[in-house]
């Protein structure tokens, strides 16, 4: 349920970084916001999410997650389409039980040729195969995570929760200010894993204030179930 979309012609570090700021999010090479989502016919209040990375403090299951994956080739690049990230989406995309993009390439471009989003991916390895992606755009003082996905072979392993972890440390050592994975919706816990990086650092949105305020002792219309759930779902 789109509140309101525009179709920037470009996208300057800055300019991302205020969309976000007042709780847009990418959607191909537009940029929308939105207050509701339905599911099942029932209709549940969004509320976007952000970091503030100087206040991240991982522990222990967020260390043990990093120490669990040390061995996995990670490699942040430029993002650029490719065959073999395309395969992985797909194998990725044929086991989930929710409504995800065909393709990577219609989530991220839409038929464009060129991006206007300063995009980069994570890939991560298992003796050279690639085994997980993860994908955000840059701004000036902030990241946005849009995408994580991976071979379903290794689930056990959290793969979507280590990638939020690998976006939010690349944040950090670039010395951004916030890292916005997408939303959170009350009484609906299939967004909830974006919680994993920490609640003691983690604001949501007051669109009626125009305000960020801290999620830590905050309830939600409909309550929020933290049950963080590892789906690796489109946005991240």
């Not at 800055?14 to 989502?37: C, H, K, N, V």
């Not at 993002?79 to 993009?101: K, N």
């Not at 038929?111 to 991560?124: P, R, V």
């Not at 009484?187 to 894993?193: E, I, N, Q």
């Amino acid at each position: 349920m789109i509140r309101d979309i525009h179709f920037p012609s470009e996208m300057p570090g800055p300019q991302l970084d205020e969309y976000l700021a007042q709780g847009w999010f990418r959607m191909g090479q537009s940029i929308f916001t939105t207050d509701f989502i339905p599911v099942n016919m029932t209709v549940h209040p969004v509320f976007w999410l952000r970091f503030v990375l100087p206040k991240v403090q991982y522990k222990k299951k967020q260390q043990r997650l990093l120490l669990a994956n040390k061995n996995l080739a990670v490699v942040i690049k430029p993002f650029l389409l490719s065959e073999e990230v395309e395969d992985l989406y797909a194998i990725y995309r044929a086991t989930v039980d929710f409504d995800a993009p065909p393709t990577v390439e219609s989530f991220l471009l839409d038929g464009a040729i060129n991006s206007i989003y300063d995009t980069q991916l994570i890939e991560i390895r298992d003796a050279g195969r690639l085994i997980a992606a993860g994908i955000f755009d840059n701004g000036s003082t902030a990241i946005a995570g849009i995408m994580n996905f991976y071979d379903p072979a290794y689930k056990a392993k959290s793969l979507g929760k280590y990638l939020m972890l690998l976006k939010i440390n690349y944040a950090i050592e670039s010395g951004k200010q916030y890292y916005y994975p997408g939303y959170i919706a009350g009484g609906f816990a299939k967004f909830d894993y974006k919680l994993f990086p920490g609640e003691a650092a983690a604001e949501i949105y007051d669109a009626n204030k125009a305000e960020w305020i801290p999620v830590a002792g905050v309830t939600l219309p409909g309550g929020i179930g933290i049950d963080m759930i590892d789906d690796g779902t489109g946005n991240g």
